[in-house]
């Protein structure tokens, strides 16, 4: 690491802890040619994610679109804004383990339906009625039977 103040690449770590999100590590630094103290952050570099929409138009990931859905599907529900947001970074990382660079959205939408489907039956049904376009009553009743079992 080169020192910001004299340019020198001898640079030393003389503390580190997790930063405040704990998502990074901060780190003090101090130089051995000019003995100034310096910090510096160290995070995970994550690969951009691509999600391949329905008409095949790509577009980076959004949490937030997610973050969206799922609230939409727990509104008026007996369910916690933690346990939402719980249930959103369930979903999160199963799409990054997925280590995909590119992600259909119906794949994301499938997780979000089988994470829903244990948090809540009813903000299940009510994201599948949205994310499968129910066309009519039937196949609405179709798949509320398929939960009943």
Do not use: Q, W
Not at 51 to 61: F, G, P, Q
Not at 94 to 121: P, Y
Not at 123 to 148: C, G, T
């Amino acid at each position: 690491m080169k020192c910001p103040f004299c340019g020198e690449d001898s640079t030393r770590v003389i503390d580190s802890r997790p930063a405040d999100d704990n998502s990074s590590i901060r780190r003090r630094r101090e130089c051995d040619d000019c003995g100034k103290r310096f910090t510096t952050y160290e995070k995970v570099e994550s690969i951009p994610l691509i999600v391949i929409k329905k008409d095949k138009i790509r577009e980076a990931y959004n949490r937030s679109k997610i973050e969206s859905g799922v609230f939409k599907s727990c509104h008026k529900r007996p369910i916690s804004v933690d346990e939402i947001e719980r249930c959103v970074d369930r979903i999160e990382t199963k799409v990054f383990n997925l280590e995909e660079k590119e992600v259909e959205s119906t794949v994301i939408g499938e997780i979000v339906m089988d994470e829903l489907k244990t948090l809540d039956e009813v903000a299940y049904v009510r994201f599948a009625s949205v994310y499968r376009e129910f066309k009519d009553v039937n196949i609405f009743m179709d798949e509320l039977k398929k939960l009943l079992k």
